[in-house]
């Protein structure tokens, strides 16, 4: 630890199994063009036990390394998937893409490690439910992956916890929800106490921007009014909605000087919120998905109730068809910084739940899978981004924020080898019938996207090889998170010093101080005259009788 800055050498990573390491543990990837987020080069990659080895032309390597050949393909960073909810116990169920199937899916569209969610039901222990999730996960993983954790109530335990789980489990961010009334929603009073203990222990505060008292309430009216369909669902949670609660964080969180990442920005007024305030000087961070991107709340109104249903998340898409450009445009020029999918996926028949009641309908779409692939081709294809940039948002700046950089998010030696060949010019069409997850639908059903992964090496191994899928269960590790990401916390000591409150210092005031009488309230004014004129004088009292209303004669003087 240097200089109160925790790195990711500070905490224990679980090893890899000597059975996995030995299996394929030297690669050379020859002839690609090497991209990171601030640079491209034509350069060979060679990877041994895990770690990226090499870097450069003519490499002396061993003999008998594999050797794959990337010529006329791009070598990037593992992708980084900053929000995920595998197998989420959810509104009466379970999400059906367990840390298996979702781990599996996720690396066959590029993406190396996951970041999910540990949610505590109210009043659970937060280190209790660190350690469930823990179990549920490592038995699965494919890839690597690490946790953020829920703030699902508040009381004074939940402080000691958090700081346990920095301190010992590595993690660096809590998230509270501003939604989810009567079950995960905080209050205003409450998330002031969750950021600034995210301050003290230099975590990361992420929140769920919505405003729940206003869904809960448009909730109740459209029911009334026979509106029960996946429609209600946009309906009750507008787009202001999502901005109102997006801008109240920022103040909140700026009040007491706690860094801040919004969840999954739905719409363009919320992400417009986040811009105006890191243009502000705001240190706030923004999150926008798959989903938003390459898909809209048009589906909303779709006359089969299984298609519409399918889409139903929080916040929901949004219907106004410049939604996506316009993220899109916000993440390229960096306004936005990283992409998740909120990923939680729910079969046709658990949205049933919800057949005759939106407010029933499991939200969550899938994405782990297409993330990469939307990204490139919303993003790369269509001209609004180079490939510095989409290695940015898909990896590396989430690696920064959530302190795990340089290890994962760059292509250099010393780094974690999470490295794909990508191929930019190759098309696939996206379907339910071929992707790799449990989930029996696709919201980017029938798109055809440019940018596959053919190759894909985590950890050191190859796990994708020409776009067929060969996983390890449970190879994955967990990676800790220290806290203090030099991303979110290096400028706060200084900007802290710069917006401390300062006292004036002036002369004691020694005139009249009003005493009201609150048996008669008849305007009796106390006079306070000062016996010396040193302002550490003691002072005698006297009382002035004043027969006149409270304010005094307005024809005359007061005295």
């Known amino acids: 630890m240097l200089l109160g800055i925790m790195t990711n050498a500070d905490l224990p990573v679980k090893k890899i ?4 390491k030995s299996a394929q543990n030297r690669i050379l990837i020859r002839g690609g063009r090497v991209v990171n987020d601030d640079r491209m080069q034509d350069a060979d990659v060679y990877i041994e036990d895990g770690v990226i080895a090499q870097i450069g032309s003519d490499l002396h390597v061993p003999g008998g390394c594999r050797v794959i050949e990337a010529k006329g393909r791009l070598v990037i960073p593992g992708g980084i998937d900053t929000h995920t909810h595998m197998q989420l116990p959810f509104m009466g169920t379970s999400a059906i893409d367990d840390f298996y199937t979702g781990t599996r899916a996720a690396l066959a569209g590029g993406t190396t490690m996951i970041m999910d969610f540990v949610l505590p039901s109210r009043n659970e222990s937060l280190v209790e439910a660190y350690h469930k999730w823990r179990a549920w996960a490592d038995p699965k993983v494919c890839c690597d992956y690490s946790f953020h954790v829920g703030v699902t109530w508040w009381g004074p335990k939940v402080t000691q916890e958090m700081e346990e789980l920095c301190q ?9 929800f501003m939604a989810y ?6 209050n205003d009073t409450e998330l002031l106490h969750a950021f600034d203990a995210c301050k003290r222990l230099g975590a990361l505060a992420l929140v769920h921007a919505e405003n729940g008292d206003v869904i809960k309430e448009n909730s109740t009216k459209l029911l009334a009014q026979g509106i029960t369909g996946p429609e209600g669902h946009e309906m009750s949670r507008p ?7 997006t801008n109240r964080a920022c103040v909140l969180s700026n009040q007491v000087g706690c860094p801040l990442y919004v969840v999954h920005v739905m719409s363009k007024s919320a992400a417009d919120v986040l811009s105006e305030k890191r243009r502000a000087g705001y240190v706030v961070f923004g999150e926008t998905i798959a989903a938003s991107l390459g898909a809209s709340g048009s589906h909303y109104r779709h006359t089969c109730w299984r298609h519409a249903a399918a889409f139903v998340m929080g916040p929901p898409l949004r219907s106004d068809p410049t939604t996506p450009g316009h993220l899109m445009d916000l993440l390229a020029n960096g306004d936005l910084q ?3 999918t909120d990923n939680c996926t729910f079969s046709g028949s658990q949205k049933a739940l919800g057949k005759d009641d939106f407010t029933k309908i499991p939200y969550g779409v899938n994405g782990v899978e297409d993330r990469m692939s939307i990204v490139w081709e919303k993003g790369v294809a269509q001209g609004k981004m180079d490939p510095c940039r989409f290695v940015a948002v898909t990896s590396t700046s989430a690696a920064k924020i ?7 998010g760059r292509i250099a030696v010393g780094s974690d080898a999470d490295v794909v060949v990508w191929n930019p010019h190759a098309t696939r069409v996206i379907s339910a019938k071929t992707h790799h997850q449990a989930v029996d639908f696709n919201i980017f059903e029938g798109m055809e996207v440019h940018g596959v992964a053919e190759w894909v090496v985590c950890g ?6 020409d776009g067929e899928v060969r996983v390890v269960q449970g190879s994955g590790r967990y990676i800790p998170t220290p806290v203090y990401s030099p991303t979110v916390y290096a400028r706060t000591p200084a900007r802290d010093a710069a917006k401390a409150w300062k006292k004036v210092e002036r002369e004691p005031y020694t005139g009249p101080v009003y005493v009201a009488n609150d048996a008669s309230n008849d305007g009796t004014i106390t006079e306070i005259e000062p016996q010396s004129v040193k302002a550490t004088a003691s002072y005698a009292r006297s009382s002035v009788k004043v027969n006149q209303p409270p304010g005094g004669n307005a024809s005359g003087s007061f005295w």
């Open 168 to 176: 010992v489990h590595g993690i660096n961010s809590f998230k509270m």
């Open 181 to 186: 009334k009567d079950v995960w929603q905080l």
């Open 338 to 340: 990283t992409t998740g």
């Open 17 to 20: 199994p000597l059975r996995i």
């Open 239 to 245: 787009e202001e909605v999502e901005a109102e609660a």
């Open 460 to 465: 050191g191994r190859v796990v994708v090889e």
């Open 402 to 408: 959530f302190n795990i950089y340089p290890k994962k």
